[in-house]
């Protein structure tokens, strides 16, 4: 199967293809408004950005996705889960005050924000999916719930999964903390006691208190901890590493989790990437790091793998930006994010989401 993948490139050639006019452009041709029925509960699914985070998607563009639903008959709501680590979204009045912070109010982004899995992040449903790695699959409450959904995503690198996109804003970001430790027990790091100098600075970030002290040196007990990966940023020796023989088990579970998230919604889900300000880190880093390669475009298809194979070809077909943090691999056609994370093979994403019937890797790109 060949999906269609709608592209707007960042290169205006009239007057009036400023940027927002495109997110409406591309919302109409990809034919989300015949997804959206009248008095749909459509959830916006986006990231609101870790405070410190100046690259996730901007409200002025996800206003027009909002106005774009509200035309199309539904009543949108934007939406997003509660972190596994500690952080400014890991409770629903820390992520609302966050996300306000950063303009994310129903004057600017038109809709009204409901964080998706609760005060806690212990509202959610479990959903039978029985593939590889999970059976079942934890989904925060109020994204099974809506009729709809629009996916709003910033397409950036990512340390662990290689890049984020459409599969993992579904996988990681629609599943409640239990969930996304659902996920990460397939990626528990280990410290190399010869790098360690005994800081603590492990310790302090660890939300599980899994990460101790002993002798000097930093120890982290795996029975405890969850594997959200906040001891790797924290370690200014490195001296915390991750088991990356393990790691695509942890890349197969996000895209099974992504599998459950969008079950009950065929035909009535669609997606949009901004290949924009295409960072090295996820946006629930507490800061932004420059580009890797030149802004791209924004994409939107209702096929999430389709989405993020022709995401990351058209990344990869950029000249990567020197003096950034791409250390290598800066021509043309060669895998910009395995330039900065040279362990982490984002493609295990979409070669799997093919494989259980996610979406198709084989995509039409059509410029609009």
Not at 81 to 99: C, I, K, P, W
Request: net charge negative; with cysteine.
């Amino acid at each position: 199967m060949v999906s269609d993948v709608y592209f707007a490139s960042m290169m205006a050639k009239k007057p009036d293809e400023y940027e927002v006019v495109r997110v409406r452009r591309l919302f109409s041709a990809a034919g989300f408004d015949d997804q959206i029925q009248e008095g749909d509960l459509t959830a916006i699914k986006l990231h609101f950005g870790e405070r410190g985070n100046e690259t996730y998607v901007k409200p002025g563009f996800v206003r027009q996705v909002a106005d774009a639903v509200k035309e199309s008959g539904g009543r949108p709501f934007l939406t997003d889960t509660a972190t596994l680590y500690g952080g400014s979204r890991n409770n629903a009045v820390n992520h609302l005050l966050t996300a306000m912070e950063h303009g994310f109010d129903l004057s600017a982004a038109g809709a009204p924000l409901i964080i998706a899995d609760g005060l806690l992040g212990g509202d959610y449903v479990e959903a039978e999916i029985g593939k590889k790695h999970l059976d079942t699959v934890k989904i925060a409450g109020g994204v099974a719930a809506a009729d709809s959904m629009i996916v709003v995503s910033h397409f950036k690198g990512h340390s662990m999964a290689g890049f984020g996109g459409a599969i993992k804003n579904l996988g990681m970001g629609c599943a409640p903390p239990s969930g996304k430790a659902d996920q990460h027990r397939a990626s528990k790091p280990a410290v190399a006691e010869e790098r360690c100098t005994g800081c603590g600075g492990c310790a302090a970030v660890c939300p599980e208190s899994a990460a101790v002290l002993e002798g000097g040196k930093a120890w982290i007990d795996p029975e405890v901890c969850v594997g959200c990966g906040a001891c790797l940023a924290a370690c200014p020796e490195g001296a915390t590493e991750l088991d990356w023989e393990k790691m695509p088990i942890f890349i197969e579970r996000i895209v099974e989790y992504a599998f459950g998230a969008v079950m009950g919604k065929e035909g009535r889900v669609g997606f949009f990437n901004f290949v924009i300000d295409v960072t090295p880190d996820c946006d629930c880093a507490p800061s932004s790091d420059g580009p890797i390669v030149p802004d791209v475009g924004i994409l939107a298809s209702k096929d999430p793998v389709a989405i993020d194979a022709a995401s990351l070809d058209l990344v990869n077909g950029q000249e990567g930006i020197r003096g950034s943090a791409l250390k290598s691999h800066h021509g043309r056609g060669e895998d910009k994010f395995r330039g900065v994370w040279p362990e982490a093979d984002g493609r295990l994403q979409i070669k799997y989401g093919e494989e259980i019937g996610l979406g198709s890797s084989r995509y039409r790109l059509i410029e609009v």
